[in-house]
């Protein structure tokens, strides 16, 4: 747990101690945040960490300055902060995080690298639709690992290591419409977490709070959660 407060910690831009002060704080945000132009919110129980960009800051100090926090920690919290009633909110995600000691590998089907240009990738997608595929993390993937496996050469499910504390280990998972409820997803995410572990020391998973599922593939790895966040963008026209 001290690993991951201190991950929680540097991205935020703010102090361990602060995971733990009841109430809403503004904080600096860490390297992970600097290009971020919206607002991004972490809870951790009764403490919610706010990062905003410089244009705003004076607007939402105000406003959070005896805020509760169940009010602020929620879409329509975001958008009166932001003053865009009709703004798209991620969230609310769950993270999880494991190192080697709590991990809990399964055997299964061995996977295979996947290039960015593969039409099986864009298959997967269009079988998924955008939501799903944005909340596994394939939105955001450019030159960053991407794994699969294919039976009979249709992609039955495929994974990205995107960056985390600048390394590849931040896992995202999408299994096939026709193929969930196999364990096929747990089957990858387990391969892929073996890989990165050696190199990274700490691999984190996001799910979507509504998304029992894909959290309870992180449960049955090993994966401890801790935090929540929800994040608006400013330029979302």
């Not at 904080?27 to 009764?46: D, M, N, Q």
């Not at 960053?144 to 931040?170: F, I, Q, S």
């Not at 992180?218 to 401890?224: K, R």
């Amino acid at each position: 747990m001290d690993a991951i407060d201190t991950a929680w910690a540097a991205s935020l831009g703010c102090e361990v101690a602060d995971l733990s002060v009841p109430g809403v704080h503004l904080v600096p945000g860490g390297p992970e945040l600097a290009a971020y132009r919206g607002i991004y919110a972490a809870r951790f129980g009764p403490a919610v960490l706010l990062y905003c960009p410089a244009e705003l800051i004076e607007r939402v100090r105000m406003a959070v300055a005896e805020a509760d926090p169940d009010a602020v920690f929620r879409p329509a919290g975001l958008r009166r902060l932001a003053g865009l009633d009709d703004a798209v909110v991620l969230g609310p995600s769950r993270h999880g995080f494991v190192d080697a000691a709590h991990f809990r590998p399964v055997a299964g089907a061995a996977a295979s690298r996947l290039a960015p240009d593969d039409p099986a990738l864009g298959e997967l997608r269009r079988a998924c639709g955008e939501g799903d595929w944005a909340e596994s993390g394939f939105a955001g993937v450019g030159d960053d690992p991407l794994y699969g496996v294919k039976e009979d050469r249709r992609l039955v499910v495929a994974g990205n290591m995107t960056p985390y504390r600048a390394k590849p280990a931040d896992v995202g998972v999408l299994t096939h419409p026709d193929h969930r409820g196999r364990g096929l997803a747990r089957l990858l995410a387990s391969e892929m977490v073996a890989e990165a572990l050696p190199v990274v020391g700490l691999v984190r998973y996001r799910a979507l709070v509504a998304n029992v599922a894909s959290l309870s593939v992180a449960a049955g790895l090993g994966f401890v959660p801790r935090g929540e966040n929800l994040a608006l963008r400013l330029d979302q026209g």
